[in-house]
Nanobody, 126 residues
Framework: QVQLAESGGGSVQTGGSLRLACATS??????VSWFRQAPGNEREAVAA????????YYADSVKGRFTVSQDGAKNAVYLQMTSLKAEDTAMYFC?????????????????????WGQGTQVTVSS
């Protein structure tokens, strides 16, 4: 089994920054992603990291503002968010896969990820 635990959410003003953390435990994961979901909206992909290949993926809406990284020694994946906008307000989830990481053309699909955390809330206000 894989356990994921998000932290670092909170309230911030427009233009501010936050760093989310996803702590992984249990079986080793080969890839980790971040998704978000605002009330009434579908869950949408934010970013993903595949440490073994070095590949990272980002949604167009966050490119240039968000950075996903990994600290293997701490079994943690981070999402550094800068220049936050009101539309970034959502519950943020990390997701992972152990063995079969999604291909590049499907990383953004929630159904491609088998393990999920409980989420951490991010609220951006003016």
């Amino acid at each position: 089994q894989v356990q994921l635990a998000e932290s670092g959410g909170g309230s911030v003003q427009t233009g501010g920054s936050l760093r989310l953390a996803c702590a992984t435990s249990g079986y080793m994961t080969n890839c980790v992603s971040w998704f978000r979901q605002a009330p009434g909206n579908e869950r949408e992909a934010v970013a993903a990291i595949y440490p073994h290949s070095g590949h990272t993926y980002y949604a167009d809406s966050v490119k240039g503002r968000f950075t996903v990284s990994q600290d293997g020694a701490k079994n943690a994946v981070y999402l550094q968010m800068t220049s936050l906008k009101a539309e970034d307000t959502a519950m943020y989830f990390c997701a992972a896969e152990r063995l079969s990481c999604p291909f590049a053309d499907s990383w953004f699909l929630p159904s491609s990820w088998g393990y999920w955390g409980q989420g951490t809330q991010v609220t951006v206000s003016s």
